[in-house]
């Protein structure tokens, strides 16, 4: 059976805000995140079109990131192991699927759709009867849930930031039923990984790990506010470019010195 949560993410902005802010996150995010030889290398990043959803953006991404997991995911996996990342972009719909360079049966689908309401809505998503019943719910909060220590920054804490543009934070305790504005990101992340004896392991895995890079990037989006607030939807994508080639450019370098040396290595043998 496949796994089924849905993370309700608020944001103390609106859906026409976070259109900008999100933009701006993933790209900034990306970069801080990137090393050499490890990291998001950005392949495509071009418009698209759907019969549904309209006009959109599709990106591919390779994410480097095979000395970040943990040691018991690293025995099974190569050196040349990265996680294809594709997604289209509707906003305020999104769709984006994840699957492995190494293991076919590894799948992760994440369909999003943003509204501007506390996350009071049941089925933002229209999920049949049958999805809706292996649903798990879980409503994230930015400012209080658990977050792990090895990401945390005091000027990105929403308890402690105030925004110098807006005036908005710090957040307090159940701010989510008073702050304005207010909007939602709900997440229903379908997570499978069909092999024997790792199933349910790695699929909770991979569950934590997005539970907690949603509490890193919304918080981030929200913290980072007064650089990417008043941009225009061309600013934030002249922005976006650019660091998709600092970023490239970081994981790229690190990857042909781990090539020379490898090859190095193979002469003198």
Not at 128 to 142: A, G, P
Not at 143 to 156: I, M
Not at 194 to 221: K, M, P
Request: charged share 30%.
């Amino acid at each position: 059976m496949v796994l089924i949560k849905e993370y309700r993410v608020c944001m103390p902005l609106t859906v026409e805000e976070y259109k900008i802010g999100q933009l701006y996150m993933i790209a900034r995010h990306s970069l801080e995140q990137s090393e050499e030889g490890e990291g998001v290398e950005v392949v495509q990043n071009e418009p698209c079109e759907d019969e549904v959803h309209g006009k959109g953006q599709f990106t591919e991404k390779h994410i480097h990131l095979s000395n970040r997991l943990p040691y018991w995911i690293q025995a099974i996996c190569p050196r040349v192991f990265y996680v294809i990342e594709k997604s289209w972009n509707y906003y305020p719909y999104t769709l984006t699927e994840y699957t492995c360079s190494f293991i076919p049966k590894l799948h992760v689908l994440i369909k999003t759709k943003y509204e501007d309401n506390n996350g009071n809505t049941e089925n933002c998503l229209d999920l049949t009867e049958e999805q809706l019943k292996q649903r798990v719910v879980e409503q994230l909060d930015i400012a209080f849930d658990e977050f792990p220590t090895k990401h945390y920054k005091q000027e990105e804490d929403p308890k402690f930031f105030k925004s110098q543009k807006t005036n908005r934070g710090p957040l307090c305790e159940g701010w989510r039923e008073t702050d304005k504005p207010i909007m939602c990101s709900y997440k229903v992340v379908e997570a499978s990984f069909e092999i024997w004896g790792f199933q349910t392991r790695v699929e909770d895995f991979i569950q934590r790990s997005i539970r907690d890079i949603l509490l890193l990037g919304h918080r981030q989006a929200f913290s980072w506010i007064d650089e990417w607030h008043g941009m225009s939807f061309d600013d934030v994508r002249d922005y976006e470019r650019q660091k998709q080639a600092e970023t490239n450019q970081k994981v790229q370098t690190g990857q042909d010195a781990a090539t020379a040396v490898a090859a190095a290595v193979g002469e003198g043998e």
